[in-house]
């Protein structure tokens, strides 16, 4: 859910295209960059914690279907909240043609968060899986 809150926090207060700057642009844009990275980090440390203690296993109320897809959606996850971050870092301080890229990242993820919701409220209403409990409390 933080990381969830820190991808929303830096896309909230993004400047126009055309638009001068000012210093309080500025400031949002350093806040940005720093939300962006704060979820790199959010990342790797997910990252880091699968990998240590390996995958959560799935209740058994999960059936085949989602088992399967469960794995790649994660990983898909993990990999377009990264690649925002580096794209992000590359079109403002290396190549500004970057940002379509940033910008069609952002798009993904927000299919993303809403097939990982859609497929929680799933498993939970049909199927009684309880994930929502054990993405909340652990």
């Known amino acids: ?23 309080t642009d500025m400031l949002l844009h350093r806040f940005h960059v720093l939300g962006g990275m704060a979820v790199l980090v959010v990342v790797m440390l997910r990252l880091a914690l699968r990998l240590s203690a390996g995958e959560a296993t799935l209740p058994a109320a999960i059936p085949g279907w989602a088992r399967t897809w469960s794995r790649p959606a994660h990983l898909a996850l993990y990999a377009v909240l990264a690649g925002l971050v580096l794209t992000g870092l590359i079109a403002s301080y290396l190549w500004f043609p970057m940002s379509r890229v940033h910008g069609a990242l952002v798009k993904a993820l ?13 498993h939970d209403v049909v199927h009684r899986a309880g994930l929502l409990r054990r993405m909340t409390r652990g």
């Open 1 to 23: 859910w933080w990381t969830s809150r820190a991808v929303l926090s830096t896309h909230e207060h993004h400047g126009m295209p055309g638009h001068v700057p000012d210093a």
């Open 110 to 122: 927000y299919g993303l968060i809403l097939l990982h919701v859609g497929a929680v409220i799933l």
